[in-house]
């Protein structure tokens, strides 16, 4: 696993903690933070953690690209395209993981950080946690899948209302809008108790899952169930089935090892 400058990675009972860390711009993503990301992503889909968790440090989540590396004009454009491929890659790889992905905003998520944010399968906000699409206060519009994300979670009438007003998003407000699971008073407990209880889950099963999901909206009704009655048949060779199936007539709780 490669070291990084601006994230640290943390191992626990199969969960990877990947917190972003540039404190002095509230993780504000530069080049080289992109790039990080891109790489500890990539590491993360294929190794063998049960739980991917992206969170940030010092009360910020992660406001976006940083705009003191910008200089205000067209020769922009090189460096904006250097930090959206690595971070797109980033994000594809935490939504296509085959496993479960919570990203924790414990504080401002803002243009490329609102994208980010919404790639988790669990949205977890700390209570002074909120969420901004910020790019037209610079004259900009948005990347890092925002644009992707938002109508299919809140409507096209609301994500352009989110996009075109630029309102900051208050966590109950995104709680009630779609674009987050829950609040949590005690931020740091409930991102753990969440961790942990997605890692004893059956791995293979919850990754499948989100697979059906994030392909259901380029098939119809007949292409979808065609691909469940695939991907549960395909299930019953897993040892996780078994063990599942064992618990249930044993009338005991299931014990999952992600295999």
């Known amino acids: 696993m490669a070291e990084f400058d601006h994230l640290t990675l943390k191992r626990t ?44 440090s010092d009360g910020a989540f992660n406001t976006g690209a940083d705009l003191s590396v910008l200089s205000g004009d067209a020769s922009d454009g090189r460096t904006l395209r250097s930090i ?31 994208g980010l944010a919404l790639a988790g399968d669990i949205v977890l906000l700390a209570e002074d946690a909120r969420l901004e ?30 996009a075109l007003l630029d309102e900051p998003i208050s966590p109950e407000r995104a709680v009630e809008m779609g674009l987050a699971t829950e609040v949590a008073s005690e931020f740091d407990d409930r991102l753990a108790e969440l961790a942990a209880r997605l890692a004893d889950g059956p791995t293979r099963a919850h990754g499948a899952t989100k697979r059906l999901f994030n392909r259901s909206a380029g098939r119809d009704l007949s292409a979808q169930m065609a691909a469940e ?11 996780d089935y078994r063990r599942g199936l064992d618990a249930f007539f044993g009338d005991e709780e299931s014990s999952f090892e992600g295999e």
């Open 84 to 114: 959206a491929s690595s971070l797109h890659r980033a994000i594809e790889n935490l939504s296509r993981a085959p496993k479960p992905v919570i990203t924790g905003i414990n504080g401002v998520a803002a243009g490329g950080g609102f």
């Open 229 to 239: 009655t695939d991907t549960i048949a395909r299930m019953t060779a897993t040892d």
């Open 13 to 56: 009972d199969d969960v990877a903690r990947v917190t972003m860390h540039r404190p002095e711009t509230h993780n504000a993503m530069n080049p080289a933070m992109a790039s990080e990301l891109r790489t500890v992503t990539a590491d993360l889909y294929e190794d063998d953690s049960r739980c991917i968790v992206l969170t940030g």
């Open 133 to 162: 699409f910020a790019y037209p206060r610079v004259g900009l519009t948005g990347d890092a899948g925002s644009t992707f994300f938002l109508p299919k979670l809140v409507g096209l009438r609301r994500a352009k209302e989110i």
